[in-house]
């Protein structure tokens, strides 16, 4: 069993940064795939970085060259460094741990850019 608990989000400016933090705990952390997703209301949940286990990422095109995923195996922790923030990134964020066939959620973490 994976517990996943995020933390960093807030309210920001248009043009400014977030740093999200998710720590994970439970056996196995550094052989998770780990990801950021986010979602509105009435919206799917959409993926916006990906690290594996290796760390190898991908990101939507939304989301390259502005948002930044990173992984401290010691720490058990991924981060979201996120820059150049839009309205339209204004969600909740969600970690993610896939092994194999499980999946991990976090509670989520409310990001606004507004000004």
């Known amino acids: 069993q994976v517990q996943l608990v995020e933390s960093g989000g807030g309210l920001v400016q248009p043009g400014g940064s977030l740093r999200l933090s998710c720590a994970a705990s439970g056996s196995g952390v550094s052989r998770l795939a780990m990801g950021w997703y986010r979602q509105t209301p009435g919206k799917q949940r959409e993926m916006v970085a990906i690290i594996t286990s290796g760390g190898s990422t991908s990101y939507p095109d939304s989301a390259k060259g502005r948002f930044t995923i990173s992984r401290d195996n010691a720490k058990n922790t991924v981060y979201l460094q996120m820059n150049s923030l839009k309205p339209d990134d204004t969600a909740v964020y969600y970690c993610?741990?896939?092994?194999?066939?499980?999946?991990?959620w976090g509670q989520g973490t409310q990001v606004t850019v507004s000004s």
């Open positions: 993610n741990a896939r092994y194999m066939v499980s999946t991990y």
